[in-house]
């Protein structure tokens, strides 16, 4: 079956007991047994629940992996992911980051003793002389957050694996369906659900996708062991989002197309970035690797911070707010709201200037989106 049909059918069957075609929610935190430790599948709901164990299958598949496990918001996942990662253990992650994953590495570097090592993953031969001392894991995003560089993923799995390494991808901004990171070579893939698997601003989760069922053994284990797991109400939602995510995906498409062409080549703008932009320095990798270009787009404004902070007081159709991957649009000023976590050397070494704005693009009329950023580049 071809992806949009699976995302509405695969995993997900009628409830056999009722022929409900919607999972039911179920709204219990514990299963009776009928002597010790004789259960029909489920014991406590934070070691699994049918509503999740849906979801969990769901993703899974649609990552084209051995399985999926759900968790209580992104950096739930990742906290998940990284208590596998003992004091010494070396991490070689991409440097344009989410700033939350940025600061739960920190954290784990000054409080655990985890090594990482920030390297840009669009230039080959970084990574390359990393990987030539010991490592765990390698990570990264593709596209990034909030810059939109793109990692090749085949290439960096393969060098990856050369070292015996695994790969482990944050999927947030791509969703699989537009980039399904473990047919590309990744072992993990990680999601914040909050963002366009939910799609619609309304809960907050995670998720992990695992290409191995080791790998999907050991880290369910942890997840049960951790306990940062979702609401079976939560769970409903994402598979919910989950269903329209082909359509969704194609709308953000349409709009940041719309919004980037309207700032490309504006006399106020310093940069857009946007890999479906034939300007874009990776377009044509974005082109191979990603089925569609992605809902996100940053801007660079001339004017810096000012010019910023003006821009955003002027735009109607776009809610100030962090967050991204909702069906209405979103504007966000990473200095000082998303990455405020990063110090300012660090951000600005990377690129993310005061002057940088990044906008989620939602599925309203794409044309009233350009209107939108046109009519306050005007303001500013
Ligand atoms: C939001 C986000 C996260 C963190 O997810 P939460 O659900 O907010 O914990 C991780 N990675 C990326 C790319 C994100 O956008």
């Given at each position: 079956?071809?992806?949009?049909?699976?995302?509405?059918?695969?995993?997900?069957?009628?409830?056999?007991?009722?022929?409900?075609?919607?999972?039911?929610?179920?709204?219990?935190?514990?299963?009776?047994?009928?002597?010790?430790?004789?259960?029909?599948?489920?014991?406590?709901?934070?070691?699994?629940?049918?509503?999740?164990?849906?979801?969990?299958?769901?993703?899974?598949?649609?990552?084209?992996?051995?399985?999926?496990?759900?968790?209580?918001?992104?950096?739930?996942?990742?906290?998940?992911?990284?208590?596998?990662?003992?004091?010494?253990?070396?991490?070689?992650?991409?440097?344009?980051?989410?700033?939350?994953?940025?600061?739960?590495?920190?954290?784990?570097?000054?409080?655990?003793?985890?090594?990482?090592?920030?390297?840009?993953?669009?230039?080959?031969?970084?990574?390359?002389?990393?990987?030539?001392?010991?490592?765990?894991?390698?990570?990264?995003?593709?596209?990034?957050?909030?810059?939109?560089?793109?990692?090749?993923?085949?290439?960096?799995s393969a060098?990856a694996h050369r070292?015996r390494t695994?790969?482990?991808?944050?999927?947030?901004?791509?969703?699989?369906?537009?980039?399904?990171?473990?047919?590309?070579g990744?072992?993990?893939?990680?999601?914040?659900?909050?963002?366009?698997?939910?799609?619609?601003?309304?809960?907050?989760?995670?998720?992990?996708?695992?290409?191995?069922?080791?790998?999907?053994?050991?880290?369910?284990?942890?997840?049960?062991?951790?306990?940062?797991?979702?609401?079976?109400?939560?769970?409903?939602?994402?598979?919910?989002?989950?269903?329209?995510?082909?359509?969704?995906?194609?709308?953000?498409?349409?709009?940041?197309?719309?919004?980037?062409?309207?700032?490309?080549?504006?006399?106020?703008?310093?940069?857009?970035?946007?890999?479906?932009?034939?300007?874009?320095?990776?377009?044509?990798?974005?082109?191979?690797?990603?089925?569609?270009?992605?809902?996100?787009?940053?801007?660079?404004?001339?004017?810096?911070?000012?010019?910023?902070?003006?821009?955003?007081?002027?735009?109607?159709?776009?809610?100030?707010?962090?967050?991204?991957?909702?069906?209405?649009?979103?504007?966000?000023?990473?200095?000082?709201?998303?990455?405020?976590?990063?110090?300012?050397?660090?951000?600005?070494?990377?690129?993310?200037?005061?002057?940088?704005?990044?906008?989620?693009?939602?599925?309203?009329?794409?044309?009233?989106?350009?209107?939108?950023?046109?009519?306050?580049?005007?303001?500013?």
């Amino acid at each position: 079956m071809r992806f949009d049909t699976r995302l509405i059918h695969d995993r997900q069957p009628p409830d056999p007991l009722t022929g409900a075609v919607n999972v039911p929610i179920y709204l219990s935190s514990t299963f009776r047994q009928s002597a010790p430790n004789r259960n029909q599948g489920y014991v406590y709901s934070r070691s699994g629940n049918p509503t999740r164990a849906v979801l969990e299958s769901a993703i899974g598949a649609l990552e084209s992996g051995a399985g999926g496990l759900a968790f209580s918001s992104g950096l739930g996942a990742l906290a998940t992911l990284l208590s596998a990662y003992p004091t010494g253990s070396r991490i070689v992650s991409v440097d344009d980051l989410y700033g939350g994953t940025w600061r739960l590495f920190e954290h784990h570097r000054r409080q655990f003793g985890l090594r990482v090592d920030y390297v840009d993953m669009t230039d080959e031969t970084g990574l390359r002389s990393a990987l030539r001392e010991p490592t765990d894991l390698v990570y990264a995003e593709s596209p990034t957050n909030p810059l939109l560089r793109l990692v090749d993923l085949r290439a960096v799995s393969a060098l990856a694996h050369r070292v015996r390494t695994k790969l482990a991808v944050d999927n947030t901004f791509a969703t699989p369906a537009l980039q399904r990171p473990l047919e590309l070579g990744a072992d993990i893939v990680l999601h914040s659900t909050t963002k366009y698997l939910g799609g619609h601003s309304d809960i907050v989760g995670g998720a992990l996708a695992f290409r191995s069922p080791k790998d999907l053994e050991r880290f369910a284990w942890l997840q049960n062991a951790i306990g940062a797991v979702p609401s079976p109400f939560d769970c409903f939602l994402v598979l919910r989002g989950l269903r329209t995510l082909g359509v969704r995906m194609r709308a953000h498409g349409e709009s940041a197309r719309a919004v980037a062409e309207a700032l490309e080549g504006h006399p106020k703008v310093r940069a857009v970035h946007y890999p479906g932009l034939s300007t874009h320095p990776q377009h044509a990798l974005a082109a191979r690797q990603m089925s569609g270009f992605g809902g996100m787009v940053s801007v660079d404004l001339a004017g810096g911070r000012k010019s910023a902070l003006r821009f955003l007081r002027q735009l109607k159709v776009f809610t100030l707010a962090e967050s991204l991957g909702g069906v209405e649009s979103l504007v966000d000023h990473p200095a000082t709201m998303t990455h405020a976590s990063v110090p300012r050397a660090e951000r600005e070494a990377h690129g993310v200037t005061e002057g940088l704005v990044r906008l989620s693009c939602g599925i309203e009329d794409p044309a009233d989106l350009a209107d939108d950023v046109r009519a306050a580049l005007r303001g500013t």
